[in-house]
T-cell receptor, first 115, second 112 residues
């Protein structure tokens, strides 16, 4: 079945540094991937839609210069949290659909802690 | 605007049946999904409705009424491992690859 791999599973970084999170579709090509963020005891909030070969589409209120998304190939999208601050500490989850109209498959998520 | 509502918490007894409701108002509709999420883990897909009616998958069933903007997830023969958060999500937007918007989730606690 469709598998989405996300790396790293967790990361601790110092305030002001940048962190890159990778999302890979292992057995299918994903022209579109979605990045979500989840704060404790809250639901998933869509941050941006990552489109292969073009610019990402960001949701309202999400800073595109802070959350850099690159979707350079059909199997890889990356999210870079730049100049991280403690309020960026969250659970970041990527997802992809293996074919149009199919359910989204999620990566295992990345727990980011900014100290 | 986009609005998806679910109860925040529910409690049920092992072996019983529980129904989790979801109402939605979205700018577009191209399917409604239910996901299960255990604490600290990513969501896992449970069911999908795009047409009105009931979809059954083992102990889990999901119902959709597009005219009412309403869905429910039915869990039968509850087990302790079913204690989790259940997320209702609507695919909106145009075309086949619309984005998925999630409700706030329903935390289900199954008691012995």
């Amino acid at each position: 079945g469709a598998v989405v791999s996300q790396h790293p599973s967790w990361v601790i970084c110092k305030s002001g540094t940048s962190v890159k999170i990778e999302c890979r579709s292992l057995d299918f090509q994903a022209t579109t991937m979605f990045w979500y963020r989840q704060f404790p005891k809250q639901s998933l909030m869509l941050m941006a839609t990552s489109n292969e070969g073009s610019k990402a589409t960001y949701e309202q209120g999400v800073e595109k210069d802070k959350f850099l998304i690159n979707h350079a190939s059909l199997t890889l999208s990356t999210l870079t949290v730049t100049s991280a601050h403690p309020e960026d500490s969250s659970f970041y989850i990527c997802s992809a659909e293996w074919q149009p109209n199919s359910p989204l498959h999620f990566g295992n998520g990345t727990r980011l802690t900014v100290t | 605007g986009q609005n998806i509502d679910q109860p925040t918490e529910m409690t049920a007894t092992e072996g019983a049946i529980v129904q989790i409701n979801c109402t939605y108002q979205t700018s577009g509709f191209n399917g409604l999904f239910w996901y299960q999420q255990h604490a600290g883990e990513a969501p896992t897909f449970l069911s999908y409705n795009v047409l009105d009616g009931l979809e059954e998958k083992g102990r889990f069933s999901s119902f959709l009424s597009r005219s009412k903007g309403y869905s429910y997830l039915l869990l039968k023969e509850l087990q302790m491992k079913d204690s989790a958060s259940y997320l209702c999500a609507v695919r909106s937007g145009s075309g086949n690859t619309g984005k998925l918007i999630f409700g706030q989730g329903t935390t289900l606690q199954v008691k012995p």
